[in-house]
């Protein structure tokens, strides 16, 4: 589907030839610009006019095949409810000789980290980039070492050289105050360093600085039988399990060919919406925490430990682990396991009504979460940003509906109810979105259990699976789109894979909504975002 | 206010007895991997964690499995090892040194503990004198090494009202000077390697240090790479092993009582 009107609005603006073709989806486009100055018009053009958001960016050492260079592909999306299911990738060529790109950051803000971390790993410099740092390896790494060019080895610790102390960006001033937080932080959480500068409790200015976690899980799949890696994706992030699982199968099996059979799909998209509810049900819980209201608190940890029980008693691990598998699903769900799984949902959502309605009944936690940590609805599009963090700020974006995966991706999809809040972009509509999707998910699990017909649950995927071919799948993971970018060599071995979480796209907007509260309101916006550390930092 | 009193009224206790009364995992449960005396064992390259390893001397083939690297998959005992393999429901896996986690069959022959048990180990001393000193209480700070987020979640399951760990003395503190001891979870980054030796000198001596899960334990699916120490063991003394993918708070809770010398390992029991 080269869709003329497309290539010839970015022949317009690009001053080398541009090259349009089908792929990697028979609904998708590849576009490869000969200059790379043609980027930032190029991708002006697909976020202005066509209302496209950028989804990902994916670096690849090309420099051992015939084209002996490397090649960034920046991948758009359309945002417009009802759009297509598409991804539009603009594709470069990158002289290993002289690894620079024209940074897209002033044109496409999405895009900042993103570059940040292809010069770390890389090696490819964004030249004009406004905030260069270093993002992915932190101090001591050593000058010139790029961790996923395919020169390096990665199966060794790299020796930790001197270094100064990281450049924080901070506010100065009299009476103005600095605040470091982390990276190992007071409760049972994720790592990361927030530097606040401060007057009084007003936030001038928070620098997030994250990577803490990062395990070089991407390196590690390269060069693994794709079924193999595919233990590792489902455990880049423990309580995404499902959902990255699933977005690595969906890429997968694109490359394969095939597709997962109906009974499969439904399973997946039980499993899909399990995650969400507990997700969202404990989450609801923390921001409890946050506003000093323990019974709240106590309650969603208890409606959530119901919710992980069951996921043990289905798929035999709390995280849901081991359910999803390349081809299908490893375990059915037969009708006893369904009865009680019909209980507890039913049981989750009385107690979660009544939760809801306690919160709601107290002025306290409800004058903490009104206009508290705002994200206003073009810096939510400006940034990308992902999910309910995106609706409750009036972005009208699911993936599950804008790129159909597991039971949505059938002949008749189920109707989804996209829950967005236009004046929102406070705590309180994060909170008030959780509620709803929540009971979304729980309408849904009937919805798909009522749809389940016998059948099989795999189909096989024989090894060596086909190298070359690309797989990009989408996922509406519990914090929102997940996207996916498979590869394999010519001997059927995994040789890239790169996944962007919501939550990579949403920690800016963190940083963001906590610039307009107070220091103290900080764990409160924090949590009403609930963002993972580790999908980020892979 | 009322309403709140009459809704924690009406849901009542919904705390669990364990470790008074033993806890039974649901039937799908995938706990130690359980290898079938005198049947052919599957090879290493079935593990995706590679957890299985195997090597040939007079006395025949040996396969070993190694329940710190253990991700509890399930793959060795899908066809066609259905035979050989099952995967069992024992969940309390906790142990004082590497080696008693792995597990040896020589020839097809029952399985036994690769190493001998040695209740003199240096591990074994820290946790009496962790006992003495403390009781039967300990305080812990937790320390995300670059977890996944699933074992960081069960040790904050371990203070909701179903598992309620301050019933029996155990708690977590925000402060490492509070502590008695640090859960670690995740395979020690290279980013947290100084933060996490930082946190670990501030706690006083006497201090336990618990790996929880197979990142910690043994750098799990992660290992050692540009980015990771490949677990908690290369960068510090551990005192407690507790294998999971991620262990289910039980377990957790299993090691802890194991730590303070509560409990006694899985084995020390076996040898009972």
């Known amino acids: 589907m080269t869709d003329p009107a497309f290539t010839d609005a970015l022949r317009v603006c690009a001053s080398g030839s541009v090259d349009a073709s089908v792929g990697p989806r028979p609904s998708d486009l590849t576009v490869r610009l000969s200059r790379t100055g043609d980027l930032p018009a190029a991708a002006a053009a697909l976020i202005g006019p066509h209302s496209m958001a950028l989804a990902t960016v994916v670096a690849t050492d090309e420099t051992a095949t015939p084209d002996g260079d490397l090649k960034v592909r920046y991948v758009f999306e359309p945002t417009a409810p009802g759009a297509p299911d598409r991804f539009v990738t603009l594709l470069v060529s990158v002289d290993a000789a002289y690894p620079e790109v024209p940074s897209l950051t002033t044109v496409v803000p999405a895009a900042n980290w993103h570059e940040r971390e292809m010069q770390d790993l890389f090696g490819i410099v964004p030249v004009g980039h406004p905030d260069p740092r270093p993002l992915v390896v932190h101090d001591g790494w050593p000058r010139g070492v790029f961790p996923l060019r395919k020169s390096f080895d990665g199966s060794h610790r790299v020796p930790v050289e001197p270094a100064d102390e990281f450049p924080h960006l901070v506010a100065e001033g009299e009476g103005v105050f600095e605040i470091p937080v982390g990276p190992i932080h007071a409760g049972i959480i994720e790592p990361g360093h927030f530097r606040f500068t401060s007057v009084g409790e007003t936030v001038l200015h928070l620098d997030a600085r994250l990577f803490y976690t990062h395990r070089g899980l991407e390196k590690r799949m390269e060069g693994l039988s794709p079924l193999d890696a595919f233990y590792i994706a489902e455990r880049i992030c423990g309580v995404c399990s499902a959902a990255h699982g699933l977005g690595y199968c969906e890429a997968l099996e694109q490359i394969a060919g095939v597709d997962a059979p109906p009974r499969a799909r439904l399973i997946r998209s039980i499993a899909l919406e399990l995650e969400r509810l507990y997700n969202h049900v404990g989450d609801v819980g923390n921001i409890c925490a946050g506003a000093a209201f323990h019974y709240g608190t106590a309650t969603g940890a208890r409606l959530k430990e119901r919710l992980q029980q069951m996921n043990e008693r289905l798929t035999g691990n709390r995280f849901l682990r081991g359910l999803v598998v390349p081809g299908g699903v490893h375990l059915d769900l037969p009708a006893d396991l369904l009865g009680a799984l019909a209980v507890t949902i039913q049981d989750t959502l009385s107690g979660l009504d009544g939760l809801m309605g306690r919160i709601e009944a107290n002025p306290s936690v409800v004058d903490r979460l009104d206009d508290t940590g705002i994200l206003q609805h073009q810096a939510a599009v400006d940034l990308a940003v992902a999910g309910l963090a995106a609706r409750a700020s009036g972005v009208d974006r699911d993936a599950r509906r804008d790129h159909p995966h597991g039971a949505f991706a059938g002949p008749h999809p189920p109707d989804l109810h996209v829950v967005t809040i236009p004046d929102g972009g406070d705590a309180m509509s994060r909170v008030t979105v959780r509620a709803l999707e929540a009971r979304e998910s729980i309408r849904l699990i009937g919805e798909f259990v009522r749809r389940l017909d016998p059948g099989p649950l795999r189909v096989a995927l024989q090894e060596p699976l086909p190298g070359g071919r690309i797989g990009i799948s989408a996922i509406e993971s519990p914090r929102g789109e997940a996207v996916h970018w498979l590869r394999l060599d010519a001997g059927g071995r995994v040789e890239r894979y790169h996944l962007r979480s919501p939550s990579y796209h949403n920690w800016p907007a963190v940083v963001l909504a906590a610039e307009t509260a107070i220091v103290p309101d900080f764990p409160l916006v924090n949590k009403s975002f609930e963002l993972c550390y580790s999908c980020t930092d892979r | ?272």
Request: hydrophobic share 40%; aromatic share 4%.
């Open chain 2, 1 to 272: 206010m009322l309403r709140i009193l009459i809704n924690a009224l009406r849901t009542g206790v919904v705390t669990t007895r364990y470790p008074a009364e033993p806890s039974v995992p649901p039937d799908r449960f995938r706990g130690a991997p359980v290898f079938r005396p005198g049947s052919h064992l599957p090879p290493p390259s079935v593990c995706p964690a590679g957890a299985i390893s195997e090597h040939f001397d007079a006395a025949g083939r040996h396969v070993a499995l190694d329940l710190a690297r253990c991700i509890f998959c399930g793959q060795c005992a899908e066809d066609p090892w259905t035979d050989a393999v099952s995967m069992g429901r024992d969940f309390e896996l906790a142990a004082h040194r590497r080696d008693d986690l792995r597990i040896e069959v020589v020839a097809d022959q029952p399985a036994i503990p690769a190493a001998a048990p040695d209740r003199n180990a240096q591990a074994l001393r820290a946790s009496s004198e962790i006992h003495r000193v403390l009781g039967r209480s300990l305080h812990l700070r937790h320390l995300d090494a670059g977890s996944c987020n699933a074992c960081d979640w069960e040790l904050a399951a371990l203070l909701n009202p179903v598992y309620d760990v301050r019933r029996l003395g155990i708690d977590f503190v925000a402060s490492p000077r509070h502590a008695d001891g640090v859960v670690v979870t995740g395979p020690v980054t290279r980013n947290l390697e100084t933060a996490v030796r930082r946190t670990v000198e501030a706690i006083p001596d006497p201090r336990v240090v618990i790996a929880v899960g197979a990142c910690a334990a043994s750098g799990g699916i992660v290992g050692e790479g540009y980015a990771s120490a490949g677990g908690v063991d290369r960068v510090l003394p551990v005192d407690v092993y507790i294998p999971g993918c991620p262990p289910r708070p039980e377990a957790i809770l299993f090691g802890i009582l194991v730590a303070v010398g509560r409990l006694n390992a899985r084995s020390a029991r076996r040898q009972e």
